[in-house]
């Protein structure tokens, strides 16, 4: 309930945001009584840039800004469908693939997706609190060797991790390292 309430509320940040562009492109199209209407390769060019603001915001999706050569209009609207949907989705956790139902399940693709996120963020942990990288090494086998060193850390953190979890006090592998720092 409170991952719908966010994300329907992250939603309505996104609309405002777009709204507020649609309402600057009709304010730019529109003639003030002052000065002429503006011409169509002006227009075009609004188009494209507002086009691209969109896009760059994540907000085509939501709307539509389009010229029409034939009618010699420009085309402003919410697209409704696109956001009474997410909407509805909102707060719903949707994973797609195109493996046929006939070789996975979903729970097994469930696993597989699980799996993947699990070899993730073995490498963003390697990345970072093991120092994989930079690797300042220029010959091959100490390159290798870095690599090495790095894994077997990890496999040593993933160990102490387990143990930790299986043992009496629960806590993670990075607070009894921490606790190792103090040594001399």
């Known amino acids: 309930a409170a991952k719908k309430k966010n994300d329907v509320e992250h939603l309505d940040k996104v609309l ?3 709204e507020k562009i649609l309402s600057e492109i009709r ?6 009584s002052s000065s002429s209407p503006p011409r169509t390769d002006q227009l075009v060019r609004l188009v494209r840039t507002a086009s691209r603001r ?5 907000l085509s999706p939501y709307f539509r800004v389009e010229w029409d050569e034939a009618k010699g209009e420009l085309i402003l609207e919410r697209r409704e469908d696109r956001i009474e949907k997410d909407r509805r989705c909102a707060g719903t956790w949707v994973l797609r693939t195109d493996v046929p139902k006939e070789r996975k399940s979903a729970l097994e693709i469930l696993s597989i997706y699980r799996t993947l996120w699990m070899l993730e963020d073995t490498f963003r942990e390697l990345k970072g609190p093991l120092e994989l990288r930079p690797i300042w090494h220029r010959k091959p086998d100490r390159i290798k060797a ?39």
């Open 16 to 18: 405002a945001r777009g």
């Open 27 to 32: 304010n730019k199209a529109s003639p003030s």
């Open 54 to 58: 969109l896009q760059s915001r994540m």
């Open 146 to 184: 870095h690599i090495w060193i790095c894994m077997m850390a990890y496999l040593i953190e993933r160990i102490v991790e387990q143990m930790m979890r299986e043992g009496e006090r629960r806590t993670t592998a990075a607070r009894v390292f921490d606790t190792f720092r103090n040594i001399d």
